[in-house]
């Protein structure tokens, strides 16, 4: 008799435990939206991993109702490698924030995007440490008074986009905690892509950090503020979709046009190609005080993964020497019994 597979919501991937996010945090509205994706994708629990450091985003093993390892700080990357190696059938997710993914985490992130390792790893990127009451992070603007920088900090932050990118990655993304409709669209586009996927969610901790995206994420500016980037699609945004991306006459950058002013016209709007990595970096270092935030896939082009590599030379090498024997191998050549 034929068994008609069990139909997954989001309520299956929900654990019994008690959240303990303050009430408003970001991190609410980016749970809901995964666990809303994951019956989309295909997803089911006992295939799936969560991956964590430490902080208040790596509390979200906890709440899915999935496998799940809360490990060290700074290094989920490094785990989650480890474990798509020993089971490369299982689907994994990283989830870290800032300070955990570009601080102490940035060496081996660098390493999980340039290997290439099947993950999916999500950035929530609140511009603060939230768990340990507030200090700055890697990604805080200059300025930000902290209770570790109570003058204002004078550092230059880092990008999450422009340090994926540098690193190598062959997907990045950014998305925004609160939008229900993009962010599940970003979670499968970063399912879908073989490889490391890194997406940057922005996350309002409303403890530490309130508002701190509000100048493109507040409806009465997002419209202006934020341009959706789309593979194929002129880069249009603005209240009257009027607006546009067009790279400046004589430089390499983009600039902000309006269509019907200046001689601007329709075809003077750059299309979006997520396959140049050069246009993704180019997007990415858009000063967001002067340009629109750059939301959506930025850059996608796949390229062979790291367990692919590793697991093909290991099966190869098995093939060739099939009575291998390791404990053998550990007492050849200069051994000694101490
Ligand atoms: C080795 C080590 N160093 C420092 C800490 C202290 N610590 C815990 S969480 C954290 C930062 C959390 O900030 P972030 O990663 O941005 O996540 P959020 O809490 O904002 O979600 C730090 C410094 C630690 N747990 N382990
Ligand atoms: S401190 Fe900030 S990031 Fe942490 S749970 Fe509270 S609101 Fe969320």
Known sequence: ???????????????????????GCGDYAILKALQRTMPEIGATPEKTVFVSGIGCAARFPYYMETYGFHTIHGRAPAFATGIKL???DLDIWVVGGDGDMLSIGGNHLLH???????????????????????????????????????????EAPVSAALFALGSGARF??????????HLPVMFKRAHAHRGASLLEIFQNCIVY?????????????????QVRVEH????????EKNRGLRLRPGA????????????????????HDETNRVMATLLASMDPDTLPVALGVLYCNPAPTYET?????????????????????????YTWTV
């Open 232 to 239: 194929g699609q002129p880069m249009i945004f603005g209240k």
């Open 86 to 88: 020993s089971n490369p």
């Open 252 to 271: 390499f950058e983009f600039e902000a046009v309006t269509i019907g002013e200046n001689g601007v016209t329709a075809e003077d709007i750059a299309i």
């Open 172 to 181: 990045v993304a950014r998305s925004v905690d609160t939008d229900q409709k």
């Open 1 to 23: 008799m034929n068994v008609v597979p069990e139909q997954l919501t989001a309520k299956d991937f929900a654990t019994d435990q008690e959240v303990r996010w303050c009430p």
């Open 309 to 333: 590599g590793v697991l093909s030379q290991a099966a190869d090498v098995r093939a060739k020497s099939p009575n291998a024997n390791l404990n053998k191998l550990l007492r050849s050549g």
């Open 112 to 154: 999980a995007l340039r290997r290439n390792v099947d993950l999916q790893i999500l950035i929530f990127n609140n511009e603060i440490y939230g768990l340990t009451k507030g200090q700055y992070s890697p990604t805080s603007r200059i300025g930000t008074r902290s209770p570790s920088t109570p003058q204002g900090s004078v």
């Open 209 to 225: 950090n309130d508002g701190v995206f509000d100048g493109f994420k507040d409806p009465s500016v997002a419209a202006d503020r």
